[in-house]
């Protein structure tokens, strides 16, 4: 993957496993400019993403001010206490660079219900069609039990983004 040049509007992407690693992936597939996508850390765990971007992202985003931050967890059932402590730690002044998603379980559980839905299940194919319902400006798919706690943040996400991840759009 090219990284992307600082110095524009890019977005930095912090998986916490290899499931979260393809759902984002899946992104990229559809987004127009990926160039515009620094790189994808894995971190090992949710609480390693947290304390990632807590050590190293906050500073970095003083020093890139076009930089946002995706952080793609799973949730473990543990939706409002994951949000809560995530939200505990992003700084006021990046409230409006920093997001996250996240499964309400893990990644994995996404596969039962886009198979019944387009017959695959693929995380990448899965991350795909999951931006490509915010890229239609339906949002849709976000809708099933194991996302619809996201439907405040992806919007609030997909608008900091849409410009410069699918300008031709």
């Known amino acids: 993957m090219t990284k992307a040049n600082k110095y524009t509007k890019h977005l930095k992407i912090i998986a916490e496993d290899d499931s979260c690693r393809q759902l984002a992936n899946g992104l990229m597939n559809v987004v127009s400019n990926n160039r515009a996508i620094d790189s994808i850390e894995i971190s090992d765990g949710w609480l390693k993403s947290f304390d990632f971007f807590s ?99 992806i919007h609030r996400f997909y608008d900091s983004v849409k410009t410069f991840l699918c300008p031709n759009s």
């Open 55 to 153: 050590d190293k992202e906050i500073e970095r985003l003083k020093k890139f001010n076009n930089r946002i931050l995706l952080l793609i967890i799973d949730s473990d059932n543990n939706v409002d206490s994951r949000f809560k402590k995530f939200k505990e730690k992003v700084p006021d002044e990046f409230k409006d660079r920093v997001y996250l998603l996240s499964s309400k379980g893990e990644s994995e559980d996404l596969r039962s219900y886009f198979k019944s839905v387009f017959g695959k299940n693929s995380l990448e194919l899965i991350g795909e069609k999951l931006a490509e319902s915010c890229h239609r400006g339906k949002f849709d798919l976000w809708n099933c039990d194991q996302l619809k706690h996201n439907k405040p943040e």
